[in-house]
């Protein structure tokens, strides 16, 4: 994985603590650390880290539904990538909402091991103990 991919997915971490983190979200801190690349590199780059991030078992794909995550097989979100995504790249509403991300156990024991990680941790959690709602799954 390249130092840029990394810094992506580590951010990916770090807001998965906060709230699953949705595709626009993961191509824009992909921008971030390529800001020359062109679409098709940033698509790639963007699909690497996720089906890393799986693979490493760090996260799950899926969607919010009601305020539950509903996970699906990584093979499924490839394809909605490539229907969305990938074929109406330029019509981004075409693909904002198509894929979640949401944190796993593994993700969060990854995220919460810096320092940066349990500093956030500890302000969600008192955000959450402080909130007069009950906290959701995304």
């Given at each position: 994985?390249t130092?840029?991919a990394?810094?992506?997915?580590?951010?990916?971490?770090?807001?998965?603590?906060?709230?699953?983190?949705?595709?626009?979200?993961?191509?824009?801190?992909?921008?971030?650390?390529?800001?020359?690349?062109?679409?098709?590199?940033?698509?790639?780059?963007?699909?690497?880290?996720?089906?890393?991030?799986?693979?490493?078992?760090?996260?799950e794909?899926?969607?919010?539904?009601?305020?539950?995550?509903?996970?699906?097989?990584?093979?499924?979100?490839?394809?909605?990538?490539?229907?969305?995504?990938?074929?109406?790249?330029?019509?981004?509403?075409?693909?904002?909402?198509?894929?979640?991300?949401n944190?796993?156990?593994?993700?969060?024991?990854?995220?919460?091991?810096?320092?940066?990680?349990?500093?956030?941790?500890?302000?969600?959690?008192?955000?959450?103990?402080?909130?007069?709602?009950?906290?959701?799954?995304?």
């Open positions: 994985m130092k840029a990394e810094k992506v997915s580590r951010e990916i971490l770090l807001d998965g603590l906060v709230d699953c983190v949705d595709l626009p979200r993961i191509h824009w801190l992909v921008e971030q650390e390529l800001p020359n690349a062109d679409a098709t590199e940033l698509q790639a780059v963007t699909i690497s880290v996720i089906r890393t991030l799986v693979e490493d078992g760090l996260v794909t899926g969607y919010p539904d009601n305020g539950e995550f509903v996970s699906e097989p990584l093979e499924d979100s490839l394809e909605e990538l490539q229907r969305s995504y990938i074929a109406q790249y330029h019509e981004p509403i075409a693909w904002f909402g198509r894929l979640w991300l944190l796993t156990d593994k993700g969060v024991a990854a995220a919460t091991a810096t320092p940066e990680g349990r500093r956030v941790a500890e302000h969600e959690k008192k955000r959450s103990e402080s909130s007069p709602r009950t906290p959701d799954n995304c």
